[in-house]
């Protein structure tokens, strides 16, 4: 009786993992397959998106004709409009590249103080807000030995949230230099602040932000764009780079996010080694 009650069990726990497996085989399908979609939709989608772009700056710059202002603000709502679509479509292309482990960090010397500039000069633009900018950066920053388009997208992730969340303010972007002590091993790295005096977020979202597709407020009568992908590219391109990021944040008051990105990425994988 007793070795028939094992048998039975057994047989039983059999099925059971057979159908566990067959489900996760299953799920694990249907997620490729969803990947798949998300890639080669984005795709197709941005042929006909750089048409309609590459048109109404045609358009924009009278070489088609002369334009009436009428005409030339509902251009400029198309150009808006389209960038607004590009930057989401290379949002899930970067997304979908990073659930299927095919993005890849390439190191290169990076300037800290370069890139901010440069960035400064892609937000010298009039916003529709009433938003302040202040860049602060030390031009003797050391260099960094990352991935300088990784870090730039994630520093453009961080403002572009700054700017949507936030009407009338301040924005700051800082960089600066950090040292930390871990086991007697000393790490450097820059520190990169986004800090804005927007929205804020509450106490409850702080995490869940940085999930895929996770928005504060998902109603379909959301007043601000986006497809919740932002934060988590910025996660997964910073520890990519072998960094850190947080937020800090009071609802109604503003956000800081806060980027800490390594000198030499093999330096913390040595010490981590070194620690253990
Ligand atoms: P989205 O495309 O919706 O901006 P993100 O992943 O960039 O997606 O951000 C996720 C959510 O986190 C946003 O929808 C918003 O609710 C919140 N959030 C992100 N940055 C800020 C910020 N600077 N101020 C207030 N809320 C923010």
Same mark, same amino acid.
Request: proline fraction near 8%.
């Given at each position: 009786m007793a070795v028939a009650r094992q048998m039975s069990v057994a047989l039983e726990n059999r099925e059971l993992f057979c159908n566990l497996q067959a489900s996760r085989n299953e799920l694990e399908r249907a997620n490729k397959v969803k990947d798949e979609f998300l890639s080669v939709m984005s795709h197709e989608l941005r042929t006909p998106l750089s048409v309609v772009a590459g048109y109404s700056t045609m358009l924009r710059a009278e070489q088609l004709g002369p334009l009436t202002k009428e005409q030339a603000l509902g251009v400029d709502v198309i150009q808006r409009n389209s960038k607004e679509l590009f930057t989401m479509i290379e949002s899930i292309m970067n997304a979908t590249k990073i659930e299927a482990g095919s993005m890849i960090a390439e190191n290169d010397a990076v300037s800290a103080a370069e890139l901010l500039t440069e960035l400064k000069v892609t937000y010298? =633009?009039?916003?529709? +807000? +009433?938003i302040r900018f202040e860049w602060r950066c030390s031009e003797t920053l050391p260099l960094l030995w990352t991935d300088g388009r990784k870090l730039r997208q994630v520093l453009t992730n961080l403002i572009n949230n700054a700017v949507k969340f936030t009407d009338d303010g301040s924005i700051v972007i800082s960089a600066e230099e950090k040292v930390e002590e871990n086991d007697g091993c000393h790490r450097r790295y820059i520190e990169f602040r986004v800090s804005d005096s927007g929205i804020g977020i509450p106490a409850e979202e702080r995490d869940k932000i =940085?999930?895929?597709?996770?928005?504060v407020d998902s109603s379909t009568t959301r007043s601000f764009e986006g497809v919740g992908l932002g934060l988590y590219i910025v996660k997964s391109f910073t520890e990519m780079l072998n960094g850190r990021v947080s937020v800090c944040s009071e609802v109604g008051r503003g956000s800081t996010f806060t980027v800490l990105i390594p000198l030499q990425p093999v330096a913390v994988e040595l010490s981590n080694a070194v620690s253990r």
């Open positions: 010298d =633009f009039p916003t529709g +807000k +009433k =940085f999930e895929r597709f996770h928005q």
